[in-house]
Nanobody, 123 residues
Framework: QVQLVESGGGLVQAGGSLRLSCAAS????????MNWYRQAPGKQRELVAA???????NYADFVKGRFTISRDNAKRTAYLQMNSLKPEDTGVYYC?????????????????WGQGTQVTVSS
């Protein structure tokens, strides 16, 4: 069974940095886009950054210049380097990926989510 596991969240002061990781495991044939979302208390989940299998990236305006998304295809892992953190960056950060999973001699494509990791930025 395919799983995404995030790590790297924590408490940091404003202006500090954190690096999140998202590791995929299971019977994986390939991983297409890998994305980071976040959800602040009382708000909807929003896209933070995305990276394609070829390494093309896209960022939400509110993190451009501060966050960097990357991936290591050999390790099936995506990263989110977060610098110059602000209190408004506080929330639960979720990894999301489109994954082609192997089922014996066949495969299926699905959209998978991690359990989330808490990021808290104090002022």
């Amino acid at each position: 069974q395919v799983q995404l596991v995030e790590s790297g969240g924590g408490l940091v002061q404003a202006g500090g940095s954190l690096r999140l990781s998202c590791a995929a495991s299971g019977s994986i044939f390939s991983i297409n886009a890998m994305n980071w979302y976040r959800q602040a208390p009382g708000k909807q989940r929003e896209l933070v950054a995305a990276v394609t299998s070829r390494g093309s990236t896209n960022y939400a305006d509110f993190v451009k210049g501060r966050f960097t998304i990357s991936r290591d295809n050999a390790k099936r892992t995506a990263y989110l380097q977060m610098n110059s953190l602000k209190p408004e960056d506080t929330g639960v950060y979720y990894c999301n990926a489109e994954i082609e999973e192997i089922h014996g001699s066949s495969w299926s494509r699905g959209d998978y989510w991690g359990q989330g990791t808490q990021v808290t930025v104090s002022s």
